[in-house]
């Protein structure tokens, strides 16, 4: 484990504090829950990765996905959030080889792997992990939610 580092990363002092969602290394130590914890194969959709990362957000959220599992996928969904601060930590996963891109699905490294084991040696993000650990690698796949993209609409998006 001590041969785990990210080299090119580098954050600097702001004067305001910034929200958890937004702070790289927390998005990144999500990415690598998720793709972890409910992927086969440690591999994922961008989809996928935005859904589950918008299920963590709030109580509410994780309510929805579980109502969409326990139904069958017969509940309709409304839009889940897209998030530029997961797509700006997933450019910097695949820049410090945490995940790779493959086939166009997010793939998580051997260096991933090492980081998902810290994270969990250090007992952190139990509300998360119970969540994520519930929804398994077989619950949602990623044909499951494109069926459920490709159901969205105009007439789904609430003000």
Known sequence: MKDFEI??????????SIPVDYRPMYKIAQIVMILSTTCIGNKSSLLKLHLLSWALKDDKNKDEVLELIK?????????????????????????????????????????????????????????EFEFLKFVGKKKITDNRIESISNKWSLFNVKN
Do not use: M, Q
């Open 7 to 16: 080299k090119d990363l580098k954050f600097s002092k702001k004067p305001i």
């Open 71 to 127: 139904n069958n996928y017969d509940t309709d969904i409304a839009v889940w959030g897209i998030e530029p601060a997961l797509n700006r930590a997933l450019l910097f996963c695949v820049s410090e080889n945490i995940c790779i891109i493959e086939n166009g699905k997010y793939l998580l490294t051997k260096k991933g792997e090492e980081f998902f084991k810290l994270i969990v040696t250090a007992e952190i993000f139990k509300e």
